[in-house]
C-alpha cells in the first residue's frame, strides 16, 4: 500500500505538480509531458489496484483487532 501511494506522489514530483488535490488529467499544468501524464495515470490505477485495497483492508483489520481502533480511510 505504501508503495503505491509512494510511486504516486513520486509520479506527481517528477510532473511538478505540487499540490495532488489540484491536478487535473484533462487540464494538466503546463509543462506536464505525455509520458508523465501517463506516468501519473499508472501510478493511479496501482492505487486504485485490488492489490492495494487487500492491503489497505488488511491494515484496516489490524487496526480494529490490536488498537480497537478503525482506521475510517
Known amino acids: 500500500m505504501v508503495g503505491s501511494l509512494e510511486d504516486l ?3 506527481l514530483a517528477d510532473a511538478g505538480v505540487d ?3 489540484e491536478f487535473d488529467a484533462d ?3 503546463e ?3 505525455e509520458e ?3 506516468a501519473i495515470a499508472r501510478a493511479a490505477d496501482a492505487v486504485g489496484s485490488a492489490e492495494t ?3 489497505l483492508a488488511g491494515l484496516e483489520q489490524q487496526a480494529r483487532d490490536v488498537c ?3 482506521l475510517g480511510l
Do not use: N
Open 9 to 11: 506522489q513520486g509520479a
Open 19 to 21: 499540490d495532488p488535490a
Open 27 to 29: 487540464d494538466p499544468p
Open 31 to 33: 509543462g506536464v509531458t
Open 36 to 38: 508523465q501524464l501517463e
Open 53 to 55: 485495497r487487500d492491503a
Open 68 to 70: 480497537k481502533t478503525p
